[in-house]
């Protein structure tokens, strides 16, 4: 317990230290929401990933296979095509159309900008979405913290999520966007190092890797090794549409807006898509390994899988530093969207409808004091014990990418989309993910993932409601041109 103990300590230092250092590089609130658009290939690809995946990655997808087998493997397939496509098709262009629309720093200012919305309805329109979302989203990361301190310390649920709480909390609020790149940075390669040594030590213990494929298979029911069992064409499409999430995930998308230069994407694409391969790899084997090793004695909540191969198959240092890579992979994503929905309250809605003439300085205060306030909130919420980690990423999941996927998509790649187009496609986006789950008992089409029917629904609204605005002003569509022209330069 000792070494548990030091080793998470060891890791909480590194943390800060990180913190402190981008504490004296951010001096504004340009500094704090995007870093000053400074971040190197590397920093942009494993900050995208790690803000990504979350402790879904090291616990909810691991459970889901060791309990079905591979049935399970359609979601990591579909969310590594929409990583590849997101990187592909969006981050080139929104890195360099963000710049051309006022410097936008955020997702929000980024439609108001590029709809020329006077009103400043489509602003607050993605703000109050983004608030709602990413505090669902946020309070699944603080279940994450709660299950990893539970199991290690064996101390109370309360007092997990008090001091998960405390330190996500703190080093978002006092670094910044540049503390949450770095330490990003640094968690997304323990998570990874971390997914490929409990599978290589659980196949040891298991008597090496032909040993463990016999047992996987000797072990497993009638299909578990089969993808195509026991899924239906819903639930293969359910788990497919999962990667048309990623065009509309603002705490992935900030990470494109905060390159130093539009040509880096490729180069980051590149290395983001090698450690989401191995990691997802990695997190498969936890869950079939998993179901071998713990078929005596079956885990009380699969999501501890990873959690329990690690304490029980490793000396304490070891184990404490491959279990400080799940409170990484909480505190990535948690800090990304707390730093995004802090970002949507300063800068989206404290600055266009409260006070205007705020100086930098007590706006970065400001900042700091809204990430404390959307944690509480979040906290609230992840004070029962008993909350899915999946159950919850799957609603945020579903309401951001249908939310924004389609208007960021759309507003990209055509010119002749209108602000209505955005505001009507939004509002229907969010509208059915909201009332997806009441209808659910009506018939068994409604049993498909919300994010879907919500996602194609916006593109149909964005689209008619744009033919049947008047035409984009030629200011937006010069802007829209030169976006186009910056993208062909080599």
Known sequence: MNLLIFAFILYIFVIFSLVFFAYKKTNN??????????????????????????????????????????????????????????????????????????????????????????????????????????????ASGLISGCLLLQTIFGISYEMSLLITGLVVVSYTSIGGFLAVSWIDLFQGLLMLIALLVVPYIAVVSLGGFENSVSLVADKSFLGYLNPLHNVSIIGIISLFSWGLGYFGQPHILVRFMGMQHHQLAKQSRSICMIWMAFSLLGSIFVG?????????????????????????????????????????????????????????IIEDIYCRWISKKSSPRSLLWFGKISVLIISLIACLLASRPDSSVLSLVSYAWAGLGSSFGPVILVSLFWKRMTLKGAIFGMLTGSFIVIIWPFLKEVHNIFQIYELLPAFLSNIMVIYLASLLSKTPSSEICIEFDQMKSILKEK
């Open 288 to 344: 079939l390994l998993g179901m071998v090793v713990f078929y005596d004695t079956p885990l009380a909540n699969a999501e501890s899988v990873f959690i329990k191969l690690s304490t029980d198959l490793m000396p304490p240092l070891m184990t404490g530093i491959m279990l400080a890579a799940v409170l990484s992979a909480t505190m990535s994503t948690a800090s990304a969207q707390l730093l995004a929905s802090s970002s949507a």
């Open 29 to 138: 609130l340009s500094d704090y929401i995007l870093g000053g658009r400074s971040s190197s290939s590397l920093l942009t690809a494993l900050g995208a990933g790690a803000s990504d995946m979350s402790s879904w990655l090291l616990l909810a997808l691991p459970a889901v296979v060791l309990l079905n087998g591979l049935n399970q493997i359609w979601m990591p397939l579909s969310l590594f095509i929409g990583q590849y496509l997101n990187w592909t098709f969006i981050a080139k262009r929104l890195r360099i159309y963000t710049e051309i629309a006022q410097n936008s720093i955020t997702i929000p200012a980024y439609f108001e900008n590029r709809f020329h919305d006077k009103s400043h309805i489509l602003r607050l329109l993605t703000a109050i979405v983004i608030l709602i979302f990413f505090t669902i989203y946020t």
